[in-house]
């Protein structure tokens, strides 16, 4: 499934505000007669994306995988939709069966706005470099403590991950930052990018990344870059090839 997160506090289940999970169980619902529970492989935050998004429903139901589609895409809203469907073991876990995904982060790297990319993406108008953030971002690639690039509060106790390739490159005016590791902390993505945003402006020192991974402080990072330009790209399982 893919989805627009402008209208969503993000994937999860929330008691007072809209969420891409309760939009797809009332669909799940109606078409099943049943409320199953679905079951994300990640926790989109407040209006971020996803090009690709997978999860599981463990149902009693027997219709075909079409149907299922068809019918979910009938009752969801606009914004949010089915791609596919296929049968898996029931013990399979969207989550925890996940090896790895890849985040798109989007710039607008222009004085003009791009109507088309409203809440789509971060208008930032002083030039960049993107050939300098590429370069700086290839200290990123490799397994590291990235508590530096986790937002403050967060509860995960391993900060450990290990980033397997990250690129920058630019499209006119438009700054496309890609990265795939075998997970992801809370806003990490979104701090790297805030991080090579201040690189290019000169705010952070350049071949500083490996320190400011090694402090393991947050404070030494740059900015977190807004939630609007972040996308989910792309989720792995272990039988895909990446």
């Known amino acids: ?40 492989c990640s926790r989109t935050d407040s209006g ?3 090009n690709m998004y997978c999860c599981n429903i463990r ?7 079409d149907t299922v589609v068809k019918g979910l895409n009938a009752y969801l809203p606009d914004d949010i939709a089915v791609l596919g469907c296929e ?3 029931y013990d399979f876990h969207a989550r925890y069966d996940c090896s790895g995904k890849e985040y798109l982060y989007l710039i607008r790297n222009s004085a003009v706005r791009d ?10 108008k002083p030039k960049l470099d993107a050939e300098l953030m590429h370069e700086q971002a290839q200290a990123f690639v490799g397994e590291h403590d990235f508590s530096a690039f986790c937002a403050a509060g967060a509860s995960t106790v391993n900060n450990v991950r290990t980033v ?24 990490m993505v979104r701090i790297m990018v805030g991080t090579l945003v201040d690189i290019s402006l000169g705010k952070i020192p350049r071949d500083t990344i490996p320190q400011i991974i090694a402090s393991r402080d947050r404070e030494r990072a740059g900015v977190t870059a807004p939630a609007q330009g972040l996308y989910l790209n792309r989720v792995f399982y272990e039988r895909e090839k990446k």
């Open 87 to 89: 049968k898996v073991d």
């Open 164 to 187: 397997k390739e990250i690129t920058v490159e630019r499209r006119g005016d438009e700054i496309l930052l890609r990265v795939t590791a075998d997970g992801f902390l809370y806003n």
């Open 48 to 50: 971020v994306h996803a």
């Open 115 to 124: 109507p088309f990319l409203i809440d789509r993406c971060w208008l930032f």
């Open 1 to 40: 499934m893919r989805y627009c997160g402008t209208n969503y506090s993000g994937w999860q289940v929330q008691a007072n505000a809209p969420t891409v999970q309760q939009a797809l169980q009332d669909a799940v619902e109606k078409l099943f007669q049943v409320r199953e529970n679905v079951t994300g």
């Open 59 to 65: 149902t009693a139901s027997s219709l075909p995988c």
